[in-house]
């Protein structure tokens, strides 16, 4: 297992060029089960594990797959799929492979997908995924740790969701693409990660409107065929980059960073005292003398995103007094404070708030990663703490950032990965 010696105390200074964003690519490589005919070629695809895992999720299924890592390219003909199962041992490593549920019910009018279980952010169940697909006319079972989906006529209808859930949103556009008639989708998850899905999806022939907002309406179409696409930027590695300038008091253009889909994280860091300049392709992000604290609540898009909380929660830690932070997405989602008071951070958790006291300086220790987004915050707190910070279980960091290490190297920073 790969972990991280960082060597804090270096300000960054450079460029970063964007990745092309994770929570884009999965569904759109999902969605790609949907050709019934033509190649599919998706570029900006991040050089991450979690892209692994759904191209062996969609490999298992018997589509042919192309990937060209240098190029960022995928190539996947999902002519000939003959397996209609997606096996626990590959959900199991990502809970995101359960997209692949609405593609195969609305193709194949049916599909088996392991049971994702829950994780470290809490529950996370995938009953409104099952409620919006029963809305369509499917049927579904549960046993053996599976969920298994039929339906005899797939038909648009009607879906209602309790709360905007991003996947959920996702999977039901997938499955009603090839539905028969009208889905309306009511208060739908308005990421920009869905906006880019259905652009995807209207390429190959589908009719979606109302994408980023509450309404999401699918006209069912015959058959959609295989197209080129490029993934949008990673508005979740261009923030966290972000801070990390930030947070160094350093000073970063992030190259290709789309500035529209960050506007809320933006304002709060502009209200920390960050100088935030965009246009030319980019941001331009230039971290203060010292940051002033901040109060955030989570919210779904276009809310403060739960993704960069753990990031912010870092920066609050040496602010010039106190921040407050709640975390309305996920019910288990501050773990990361914890790690945090290992480098000498004073925050108090009580229940889903967090209350970070800002000290002057942090100092470096052992701490580990817990998911993708605790563990980047770790190493941003890693950059501006005394001393030495070892960084464990990075392999979480590498489900969502692409070299993280390297990326930050390039910048200025004293990071080094040791396998052991
Ligand atoms: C997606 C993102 C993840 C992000 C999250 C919230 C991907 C691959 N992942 O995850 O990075 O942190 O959105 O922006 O895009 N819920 C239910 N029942 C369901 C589905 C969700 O109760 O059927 C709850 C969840 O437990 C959570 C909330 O709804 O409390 C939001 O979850 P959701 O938007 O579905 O998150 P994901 O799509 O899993």
Redesign the pocket.
Known sequence: MDKFIIKGGNILDGKITISGS??SA?PILAGALLAEEGECVIDNIPDIRDIDIMLEVIRELGAEIEYDKNEHRVAINAKNINNYKAPYDLVRKM??SFLVMGPLLGRFRQAEVSLPGGCVL?????????KGFQSLGAKTFEGEGYIKAKAENLTGSTVYFD??????TENIILAAALAEGKTRIINA?C?P?VVDLVRFLNKMGAKISGAGSTLVEIEGVNKLTGVNYKAMPDR?VAGTYACAAAITGGEVLLETADEESLQMPLMKMRAMGIDITGGNGGIVVKGPERLKPVDITTF??PGF???LQACFMSMCTIADGVSNIVET???NRLSHAMELMRLGANIKVLGDRAVINGMEHLQGASVMASDIRAGAALVLAGLCAEGTTELLRVYHIDRGYEKIDEVLKNVGADITRVSD
């Open positions: 994770k929570n999965l809970r995101a809490g529950a996370r169940p995938v009953d409104l995924h099952m709360r905007p859930s991003h996947t959920g998850a990421d990660e979740l779904p898009f995103p739960t993704d997405v996920f019910e």
